[in-house]
């Protein structure tokens, strides 16, 4: 009785509701549809978790008016019996851009760069567009609709995918009955970020994902500066962000470490991002649920390569194979980490591909019940929307009939129910006549294929090994059917019965003469399971860290380790110690003498052999996924810590040639770069475990053509400066504003923070140190001036290939030292003066002095650099091994850490098996605070994998193929070599995926 009451409750409420709507028709007289529809004995899930058995539901208006096993039907219900079949809620894709133009890219190359925004009234930047609103620029497409209703959704956040920060989205359902007032469900849903600038947009600025990522910094601090009503002007794009703070924020980063990046900049403003994935999370897990966020996961799974060519297949790196091997088991790994995601077919070429993409991850160990959440609840909960993705009671009516379980590869989509509104995908009254029949054709038997879609049949028809040109059309029960041999066409025509298997009808000879044909059905259609090669899961390749070749199959782990009888180059007063013990204990120098012992240690016996401090790179652009941000004559507010790539192979060669700490700096395209990360060589750690522990504090400085864009091109003439005497009045005027700035700060009075000055500040008064990209002798006297004239001192002068005319004025300035190179010169007209005896005419004038790299490829044999000082100006061994090791730690202001070999630093340290001044010298081992980050016995073995691994996965790849599966063309994926000069247009923003 209660429940009879409390449905004639519900039944009134909303009688009422609809009959309060008035609007006015035109076109005709107005004739709604009040009745009821029952779905009656089918399998009825109300969500991933939730299921009816032989249930009921019962809709009306486009909602859920009741649903479960026993349901009192209204008098005027027209009832659907769907005995044997299942009604599943509608999938939502949560970030699609349906239904808003695709924005068309401007001009790229050969026009001026553009410097300065091109809006009055918004926001400086003209990658920020926080105030688009996509229902502005929403027109429904009823081709895609069709699409995406045929691939099982009923509804879609959608927004407009252009620029930094895209305004917000809106929440539409797909049903072309109706207007726009009926399908837009949410105006304003979402607001929108991502790592790519706007493709209609021209502005310089960002260049880099660490530009990018200092803006959205800025803007969030504006933002709250703007809040506080400070602001003197009117910014239309801030009033915007501010206003739609409490939406959901959705991130698009599309790359495993840009997912970390994301991140990061949500929990410095306290947002928690829902981020747009890559689909390669599997791959640093750890760092991902780290995050607390729910991801939006896209299921492009790489194809295969087609690897039959042996010498083609050489071109695909083992990181590229082992993605094919192991993406479709992300959803896997996200779900066992405890990780909450929905699913997209944004990347898919169509969305009728994302069943087939699912049932694959449900092959590697994804469960039904996860990929339903993925596509039902957990999009409803990012859209915060609970009247979709279920079917509760008074949720839309948006539901699927399917003949059986939704991701069985047998399974067809009848019906997608959208708002009430029903869109026939399959007939489910249409037999499906698929399966092999014997076809007697003209007194001749041919074999016939019947696959594909129940509603959309294949046919291939064929006579022992040969298959000829056919083709099927099937609908309300009648068939089409016709094939090609020798040129001949034969045409038939037929229906298709309840009562028998088998169909006949008439057929046309190619003569034209009237005939009949059968066709006997002699097997049933058993499904594929999608393609072979997803029959037979390949065995899943075990992750390394990081998952390339060379990684480690577990993080390294310090340990005591005791070095007995080696040659040990202290780096110390001590200097060189024949015959001495040193023993490493809990990551750090722990004893250095004779006759050491300790129980607990593992024993090398390194006699013979020479241990020294590991080498450090003062000049390095390993390891960055961007080195450039040119988009301003200042780069101060860009961090390179932001862009750590610990998966650069680069650092894994390093390691194999005794580096263990090197300075990342920014490149030289502007006058004032970025910040430094100075970081350790930890090869398979995340980007944060490389970086320093309390990193003293760098910036990069630069002088000379770079900066002044003498060799950028033609185009490149507008930005200040473009002579050197210029480069002096960008130094002066931001190192001014920067004095007033700190004068605002420390008056009381509002400020607007500025993480650019707040840089500049830091250098005005000691706290950040300078390393200068320098070459010519006038230049470097200036900037010395410039200093002294605000009262601070310039650390370090970096390449220096002039120092040697200077270097009695930088000791005078209090210059801490000067990197060079060992014997680079004339390469460019700017050091046409340089001369390999700089290095040591700066050494014995009493400057620290280094040798750096500045290149992928030297600094795996800075130790043979270092030598090179030993010819070039007779530079004793000791004092040439100091400049790879103390002496740039000193410059780096890390020497009380690393450097040398004394008890109570880090134990950083590389075994080699000659003087590692010696061109005939190997690191043996390097250890990176008691961890082997690099073993040359073990280094061999992972050759060996490496190919047996190979072997392995393109066995794989070869029986994909041979399955029917799809392939990609083999391609080489060229490497990095970031350099100071890197041109920060053309480096592009790079991703891991």
Known sequence: MMKQFSFILLLCCHLTFFGQEYFPKNDGVSNSNNNYTAFTNATIYLNATQKIEKGTLLIRDGRVLQVGASVNLPANTQVIDLEGHFIYPAFIDAYSDFGISKPQRTAGFGRSPQYDATRSGYYWNDHIMTEVNAVDHFKFDSKKAKELIEAGFAAVGTHHHDGIARGSGMVVTLTEAGTDSERILQKKATQHFSFS?????????????????????????????????????????LEALNANKGLPTIFESKDKLNNLRADKIGDLFKIQYIIVGSGFEYENIKDVKATNATFIIPLNFPDAYDVSNPYQADYV?????????????????????????????????????????????????????????????????ILKNDKIGNLNVNSHANFLITSGSIFDNKTSIYENWVQGNKHV??????????????????????????????????????????????????????????????????????????DSENIKGKLILPNGTESNFSATKTDSFEAKDTKKEDKDIPEVMPLTYPNLPYGNASLPK??????????????????????????????????????????????V????????????????????????????????????????????????????????????????????????????????????????????????????????????????????????????????????????????????????????????????????????????????????????????????????????????????????????????????YEVNDAIPYNAAIMNNVGLTVAINSDDGEMIRRLNQEAAKTIKYGNVSEEEAWKMVTINPAKMLHIDDRVGSIKEGKDADLVLWNDNPLSLYAKPLKTMIEGAVYFDLEEDLKKRSAIKEERNTIIKQMLDAKNGGGKTQAPNKRAERDFHCDTDHLLEGFHLHD
Not at 200 to 225: C, E, F, H, I
Not at 587 to 602: H, R
Not at 682 to 705: C, H, Q, R, T, V
């Open 197 to 237: 600038r706007s493709v209609v947009k021209s502005q310089a600025y960002p260049s880099s994902t660490m530009g990018t990522l200092a803006l959205l910094r800025q803007m969030y601090n504006d933002a709250k500066w703007y809040e506080q009503g400070n602001a003197k002007t009117k910014d239309l794009a």
């Open 317 to 381: 790196s083992l990181s590229d194979m082992r993605r094919w091997n192991q993406a479709p088991s992300n959803p896997k790994v996200l779900a066992d980490n405890g990780v909450k995601f929905a699913f997209t077919a944004h990347d898919l070429k169509s969305p009728k591909e994302i069943i087939a993409k699912i049932q694959k991850a449900i092959l590697y160990g994804l469960t039904e019940q996860q990929a339903l959440e993925a596509l039902t609840s957990v999009p409803s909960q």
């Open 605 to 828: 016996d390194a006699t013979g052999q020479h241990l020294t401090a590991g080498i450090i790179d003062e000049h390095s652009h390993l390891a960055l996924s961007s080195v450039n941000e040119g988009g301003h004559n200042s780069s101060a507010e860009v961090k390179m810590e932001d862009v750590v790539d610990p998966d650069d192979i680069g650092v894994y060669r390093a390691l194999a040639g005794g580096v263990t700490s090197a300075q990342l700096l920014h490149g030289s395209a502007n006058p004032i770069g970025g910040r430094s990360a100075i970081v350790k060589f930890k090869w398979g750690e995340s980007a944060d475990n490389m970086i320093y522990k309390n990193s003293p504090k760098f910036i990069k400085f630069a002088l000379g053509e770079n900066v002044k864009q003498s060799n950028w091109g033609n185009t490149e003439t507008v930005r200040f400066p473009q002579t050197r005497m210029g480069v002096e009045q960008v130094y002066i005027d931001y190192f001014q504003r920067a004095k007033e700035y700190e004068a605002q700060k420390k008056s009381g009075k509002p400020f607007r923070f500025d993480e650019e000055m707040e840089t500049l500040v830091e250098i005005l008064n000691g706290e950040r140190y300078i390393s200068c990209h320098s070459y010519v002798q006038s230049e470097i006297n200036m900037l010395m001036k410039v200093a002294e004239s605000f009262n601070f001192k310039v650390n370090t002068f970096t390449h220096i290939l002039e120092g040697y005319k200077v270097a009695d004025i930088m000791k005078e300035h209090g210059v801490v030292g000067a990197g060079t190179f060992s014997d680079w010169w004339a390469y460019k």
């Open 425 to 498: 995908v399959n007939d489910r009254n249409q037999k499906d006549i698929r399966g092999t029949y014997n076809l007697l054709v003209g007194g001749t038997n041919y074999k016939m294929d019947v696959s594909g879609e129940v509603g959309k049949p294949k046919v291939e028809i064929s006579q022992d090994t040969l298959k000829y040109k056919s083709n099927l059309a099937y609908s309300n029960n009648w068939i089409e059917l016709g094939f090609t041999k020798d040129d001949a066409t034969y045409r038939m025509t037929g229906i298709v019965t309840n």
């Open 558 to 603: 310090p340990k005591d380790m005791l070095f007995k009888n080696a040659t040990v180059w202290t780096g110390e007063a001590n200097g060189i110690l024949e015959n001495t013990d040193v023993l490493v204990k809990n990551g750090k120098i722990s004893k250095i003498g004779k006759n050491l012992s300790d129980a607990g240690a593992t024993v």
